[in-house]
């Protein structure tokens, strides 16, 4: 795919959504990080309806923490992994406090040194929370990027380092959620609504899934 189509794609992806932005609801950046670790294998609607629980009650580090584990537990056993996810928040929690002042840091490096905190939820933070350009690729990104032919490759960070690299820089800053959001609703795993989709002339995809046309009489 050539530069003048990636452009284009954008460019109709902002025309439709000027201020795309994540689905989690959030109203800090502790929150926004606590909500991505949970949104690993997990919906946002279901994300979501935990939080709408667990942050009137607890949503700063020290107020998670002193719920503890079983008690963080159980404001968020419907989602899943929610053992291991518990785990690790109150962890990251005990690592925000000593070694933050209980903030939330800005770069890469220290938010991959929390626990269950990997590069994707890093770059979400990053992205989303404190504007810097980052791609955190999920599924739905990295089936966009191959299958439109925006930016393929075969693994998740082959596919994050030519975004970076591909994306003209204008839209950089928003790619990531025009691209998830692309693959949640129209660019789909199984059903990809090809006949509602606004880039079909300039995606490469060569299985389009798109209704058969009648013969006229």
Known sequence: MNKTKRIEIFE??????????????????????????????????????ATRRL???????????DLGEDGLKNHIRTIGLFNSKAANIIKTCRALLDRHDGEVP??????????????????????TAFGQAAMAVD????????????????TVRAVEDRLMRLVPRDYL??????????G????????PDCAGCSILDLCEYRQKNLPEQGTAP
Do not use: M
Request: charged letters at 20%.
């Open 12 to 49: 109709r992806l902002k025309a439709a959504n000027p201020a795309p932005t994540t689905e989690l609801e959030y109203g800090s950046v502790f929150e926004l990080l606590v909500a991505v670790i949970l949104s690993a294998q997990a919906t946002d609607v279901g994300v979501n309806k």
């Open 55 to 65: 942050f009137p009650l607890a949503n700063t580090p020290q107020a998670i923490w």
């Open 106 to 127: 800005s770069t890469r490096e220290e938010l991959v040194a929390l626990p269950g905190v990997g590069r994707k939820t890093a770059n979400v933070v990053l992205n």
């Open 139 to 154: 599924t739905h990104i990295f089936r966009v990027a191959n299958r439109t032919g925006i930016a393929p490759g075969k």
């Open 173 to 182: 800053q928003d790619a990531h959620h025009w691209l998830i959001l692309h």
């Open 184 to 191: 949640r609703y129209v660019c789909k795993a199984r059903a």
